[in-house]
């Protein structure tokens, strides 16, 4: 089953001359040096630019090849299979509706020669399906709706391949699947005759929806609704409340369009009846700096947290049940704390990931206090 998702080009960059990053280290310590840059430098230059994680394969070692090199030229594809473990990480990671606007784990592989290594089914399960569906529902594909403009995309048009190209109104495909298009015109690639649309959220049979129709929907209490304006067959783009606004009464702070809470977190690791663990928790686990309890990844390490900060975190509950609910079976570990015990996950998914475990960004971690995503990991 295919998931019917078009990978877009709307930038290159090119380094000829140097790195504008440092290579050494551990993946994830190179990963946190490549984020800083792309915020620093890369993202003011462009205008749209997809987040994700750009993995360059280097020799042996992980190093640049000299551009003088021809036998070495690279040429881009993508895995099957590195691109479903991604893909189904970030599914499994989306269905704790947790915004991913910052760690989209999309990887974009350059090797030497591509056709070789394109082995494996190109296909996903109809379970691998339904659950990207369900996470697009649930808005965790927020990084996948940035849809460029025709303008923006660096690609030859080519009218037949149903999808709309600079120069082009539509793109019905091929002769008989424009047959049962009443909108678009074979061939051309033109609207027909008294056709304002073929497609988008804002289209109905062909014409523009009224201006003010829901065309995306509130999902939660810091998200907001948006409207079709009735002369575009496009939604509006999605906005959401102003990251770190009060919301849960109080007890939390929105960002990017969801409420963060310890609770809600803890419940999509362990399910329904689960909650926070108390702070004192918090302070025990994560003070040790091991694989369960910490502040982050730094230096080939794990962090430990200072006790004004543990609640920053690994994240700790309480009231789980043996199994998780997750999708992706962590390691589970209970540490009895004051007569209770408080719950602890490690996903071990490398330092290149965000660790699900820890607790999310943005969520309210103390008294004017907001967890940010540290170094490399969470």
């Not at 310590?29 to 840059?37: A, G, H, K, P």
Request: overall charge positive.
């Amino acid at each position: 089953m295919q998931l019917n998702i078009r990978v877009v080009l709307v930038g290159l960059e090119i380094w000829t001359q140097q790195n504008q990053i440092s290579t050494d280290g551990a993946a994830g310590e190179v990963l946190n040096r490549f984020t800083q840059w792309r915020e620093k430098e890369l993202v003011p230059r462009l205008q749209q630019q997809p987040r994700g994680l750009v993995r360059l394969h280097r020799g042996s070692r992980a190093r640049p090849q000299p551009r003088h090199e021809p036998r070495r030229r690279p040429t881009v594809h993508v895995s099957h299979r590195r691109l479903h473990h991604e893909l189904w990480s970030h599914v499994r990671r989306t269905r704790r509706a947790t915004p991913h606007a910052h760690t989209c784990p999309h990887t974009l592989t350059l090797t030497p020669n591509a056709s070789p290594l394109c082995r494996g089914s190109k296909n996903f399960s109809s379970c691998s399906a339904d659950d990207f569906e369900k996470m697009i529902l649930l808005t965790g594909g927020a990084c996948l709706l940035n849809v460029p403009r025709p303008d923006e995309a660096y690609s030859a048009p080519y009218c037949g391949n149903r999808l709309v190209d600079f120069g082009e109104e539509c793109d019905c495909g091929s002769e008989k699947e424009c047959e049962e298009d009443p909108c678009c015109e074979y061939r051309t690639c033109k609207l027909k005759s008294g056709a304002q649309c073929a497609y988008g959220e804002c289209c109905s049979n062909c014409q523009f929806l009224p201006g003010g129709t829901v065309c995306r929907a509130s999902t939660d209490e810091c998200d907001l609704p948006e409207f079709c304006n009735g002369s575009s067959s496009l939604c509006q783009s999605d906005v959401f409340i102003q990251n770190g606004q009060s919301c849960r009464n109080q007890e939390a702070y929105c960002y990017n369009g969801k409420c963060q809470h310890y609770d809600s977190q803890c419940q999509a690791i362990f399910g329904d009846k689960a909650k926070a663990a108390p702070e004192l928790c918090f302070k025990e686990v994560n003070s040790k700096g091991d694989r369960f309890g910490n502040c982050g990844y730094l230096n080939n390490g794990f962090k430990k947290c200072e006790s004004r900060n543990a609640m920053c975190g690994k994240l700790q509950c309480s009231n789980v049940q043996a199994k998780t609910v997750f999708g992706i079976e962590p390691s589970i570990i209970s540490t009895p704390i004051a007569g209770g015990k408080c719950y602890g996950v490690d996903f071990m998914l490398g330092s290149d990931v965000p660790d699900p475990g820890m607790v999310n960004e943005g969520t309210k971690c103390g008294e004017n206090k907001v967890r940010r995503r540290e170094e490399g990991r969470g």
